[in-house]
């Protein structure tokens, strides 16, 4: 079965740092692009960033609102993905998921979605 | 940046009837849009992608369509489990750094 399962969510205070990871199986992880999104409490999805996979550079790219604050990386030998984020805010507070891609014509679609892990910033 | 809007917000609806959900984007995005549904507590689940090809699973009572800037996704019949969220997705323009707002389909 295809799966992702996040982890390392929780409380944590304004300015501190969380890394969330994201574990794969079912799949060849190294052949995938992922992705991470994030949906505030009673909001709709946001894009944080997404790394490419290694056959294309593992190269990454992030929205203009964790730029420079949120790092996306990866294990391939692991079979995981990593959020770094340091300098949190209060408006990061959020459940993050961890998204698979597959390219499709011109972009990438996210068809393997995480459960989703809540980070909660707060003094 | 592709501004993607959703209507209704609220759809309701009564078993066994038919949904129609329409996505706007706000220039053309080609067949480049994906339809994802999320129930309270749970992830989203990806339905539609290419605007007209049903994902993995995914029952024949789904189906998409519209191109360049107006889409469509249609619950044939809607059973108990559909009550959900529907979100639009673009990825024309990748990255997606949008998505629509969303259409809640409630029990009528």
């Known amino acids: 079965e295809v799966q992702l399962v996040e982890s390392g969510g929780g409380l944590v205070k304004p300015g501190r740092s969380l890394r969330l990871s994201c574990t794969a199986s079912g799949f060849t992880f190294g052949d995938y692009a992922m992705s991470w999104f994030r949906q505030a409490p009673g909001k709709g999805l946001e894009w944080v960033g997404f790394?490419?996979?290694?056959?294309?550079?593992?190269?990454?790219e992030y929205a203009a609102s964790v730029k420079g604050r949120f790092t996306i990386s990866r294990d391939d030998s692991k079979s995981i993905a990593y959020l770094q984020m340091n300098s949190l805010k209060t408006e990061d507070t959020a459940v993050y998921y961890c998204t698979r891609l597959f390219y499709d014509s011109s972009g990438y679609v996210m068809d393997v979605w995480g459960q989703g892990t809540t980070v909660t910033v707060s003094s | 940046e592709i501004v993607m809007t959703q209507s209704p917000a609220t759809l309701s609806v009564s078993p066994g009837e038919r949904a129609t959900l329409s996505c706007r984007a706000s220039q053309s995005v080609s067949s480049n849009l994906a339809w994802y549904q999320q129930k309270p507590g749970q992830a989203p689940r990806l339905l539609i992608y290419g605007a007209s090809t049903r994902a993995t699973g995914i029952p024949a009572r789904f189906s998409g369509s519209g191109s360049g800037t107006e889409f469509t996704l249609t619950i044939s019949s809607l059973q108990s489990e559909d009550f959900a969220v529907y979100y639009c997705?673009?990825?024309?323009?990748?990255?997606?750094?949008?998505f629509g707002q969303g259409t809640k389909v409630e029990i009528k």
């Open positions: 790394i490419r996979s290694k056959a294309y550079g593992g190269t990454t």
């Open positions: 997705q673009q990825y024309n323009n990748w990255p997606p750094r949008t």
